[in-house]
């Protein structure tokens, strides 16, 4: 019976049905994809956002710019405007010339405090620039010596003002101790600034304080996350094609193969077959392809279970409708000697039953007896050997004996067999060439290596077999017997149980006539079995 396919499209509403689950969020494989992908992205991107390396490396090299700006502003401002021997004073007017005859970056803010903490000058002021700064409140009696005079009296301050406040506050009273102070602080405006404070020093007299500012991190940082964006747009295209793309080639051939099988598994077809997914060289080509060659040959042991239950039918009833003749004839004859030919039929149809059911029932369980059989290297000489000698110690009258041949063959012949079907074949094969064999006769088993094979042969003096039929000895339940023999003493399922078994250990069994002077002298089976 001829197996159905699973075409591409097995049916209308399956295909729509796939078609329709195609797009990745339609499909819980294609959503797994996109989640991993975009998650992957957003990792990504996150880091490059949030971690703030780019933003701890404008720092550092803003706090090394402003250091390396400021030594050189108060050296100048130690050259001109330091006056006193041996104590030195700060000229505050002449220092705030010198600021104010430099040219500072609107992003920049210097201010200059003297030693008494007082503010003399702020770049803000002379340039006309003013920060609009909720001020802190008025210092105290008693409180730190530093009176910025950009303080006011206490008027609800902001708790932002207060704090970015006593910040510069420390970090003025830092370098007044004589060391180089840099900080990133908050203004009362709520803006970050690097900041460094540098104390004026003439010999080892602290004469006041120069404060730089920056206050373009923050722009900076921005602008590069801008200029991030278009970026982040083309890898999120880019992540969403892919995982569109990886849907089509991944997701939707799984989804395809899922509904081929279960067409299978509802019995609606009979193997599985996508020559477009199967010609695909990637590992869902392999699954295709193997999805296939598993569903074909499931396909072919059902072929094959259904021929043989058909056979073992025809066969069975064969004897039972002899049985049945037999038995409603009986009633009618009333001698004894034609009662005794009945009753000697009945006996022949009832054993010849019996060896059909006994040899069908070896069939059946041949392919699980096979699975669980565990296979070990097993050298087929001794084998072969034991075997024939059993047969020769059990020869009865007239049966013909049987003799093992064999060359030196330089080593043992090994298989990977279990020696059970292996045995099954050889006595399959001895036991269907004596039946052939003339009284008296003689039948010879040979052995033998050839490359990487090893060859074993049964030879028999037959009749031999016609050409039309070297092929045909081999398919169950197939019989033709010399004249004379016994009926229904064989079952035909021998030699189709030593192909298959040879079948299963990777060998092969074939027949063929021996000849001598142009005659038919006998017939010759062979076994080729791979070396282990």
């Known amino acids: 019976m001829a ?7 097995p049916d209308p509403e399956a295909g729509a049905h796939a078609r329709r689950r195609v797009w990745p969020l339609g499909s819980r494989l294609g959503r797994l994809i996109v989640v991993l992908n975009l998650l992957g992205l957003a990792i990504l991107v996150g880091g490059a956002l949030v971690l703030g390396e780019l933003r701890q490396g ?27 021997e041996p104590e030195a004073a700060l000229e505050a007017d002449t220092a705030a010339n010198v600021l104010g005859s430099l040219t500072i970056p609107k992003s920049q803010r210097l201010r200059l405090f003297d030693a ?9 002021v002379v340039g006309d620039r003013v920060e609009a700064d909720v001020l802190p409140p008025a210092r105290k009696p008693g409180q730190s010596r530093f009176s910025f005079n950009f303080a006011l009296p206490d008027r609800h301050p902001s708790k932002r003002a207060a704090a970015a406040h006593e910040a510069l506050e420390r970090e003025v009273l830092g370098a007044m ?6 900080d990133v602080r908050m203004t009362a405006s709520g803006r970050r600034v690097v900041s460094v404070s540098i104390p004026l020093q003439h010999v080892q007299q ?27 747009l083309i890898a999120i295209g880019v992540t969403l094609l892919s995982s569109l793309l990886l849907t089509q080639l991944i997701a939707e051939p799984v989804l395809r193969l899922a509904r081929a099988a279960d067409r299978v598994r509802l019995s609606r077809a009979r193997a599985i077959q996508l020559p477009d997914l199967a010609r695909r060289n990637d590992e869902l080509g392999d699954l295709a392809r193997s999805l296939e060659d598993m569903t074909h040959a499931l396909s072919d042991r059902m072929e094959a279970i259904e021929r043989f239950a058909a056979d073992v039918a025809h066969e069975l009833r064969n004897p039972m409708t002899s049985i049945r003749s037999a038995v409603e004839t009986l009633e009618l004859v009333k001698q004894v000697a034609q009662r005794e030919r009945l009753l000697a039929i009945l006996k022949q149809d009832v054993g010849r039953l019996d060896r059909l059911i006994t040899d069908i029932s070896n069939a059946s369980r041949l392919d699980a007896e096979l699975a669980r059989e565990a296979r070990r290297p097993l050298d087929l000489q001794p084998l072969l050997s034991d075997i024939c000698a059993f047969y020769e110690a059990t020869v009865q009258p007239g049966e013909a004996h049987v003799r093992f041949i064999s060359p030196p063959l330089g080593g043992p012949l090994r298989v990977s067999a279990s020696d059970g079907p292996i045995g099954q ?28 094979d ?17 092929e045909t000895v081999f398919e169950r339940f197939y019989t033709s017997r010399p004249k004379g023999a016994a009926f229904g003493a064989n079952s035909g399922l021998g030699l189709a149980i030593a192909r298959q078994i040879a079948r299963a250990h990777g060998g092969a069994i074939h027949a063929e006539n021996r000849q001598a002077e142009g005659k038919v002298v006998g017939a010759r089976f062979t076994v080729t079995l791979p070396l282990a």
Do not use: C, W
């Open 3 to 9: 197996s159905d396919t699973v075409t591409a499209n």
């Open 58 to 84: 404008l720092i550092a090299a803003r706090i090394d710019s402003l250091k390396l700006q400021g030594a050189l502003i108060a050296s100048v401002i130690d050259q001109t405007a330091t006056v006193g």
């Open 116 to 124: 008494d903490g007082h503010l003399l000058t702020d770049t803000y």
């Open 177 to 182: 101790r004589g060391a180089v102070v840099a």
């Open 206 to 232: 602290v004469l006041g304080v120069l404060t730089l500012e920056a206050g373009d991190v923050d722009e900076i940082i921005a602008a590069e996350r801008e200029a991030l964006i278009p970026f982040i």
């Open 425 to 452: 074949v050889f006595r399959n094969l001895i036991d269907n060439a004596r039946s052939f064999s003339p009284t008296g006769g003689e039948v010879r088993v040979g052995l033998h290596r050839q490359k990487t």
């Open 454 to 470: 090893a060859v074993a042969t049964v030879d028999d003096d037959g009749p031999g077999m016609p050409p039309e039929n070297l």
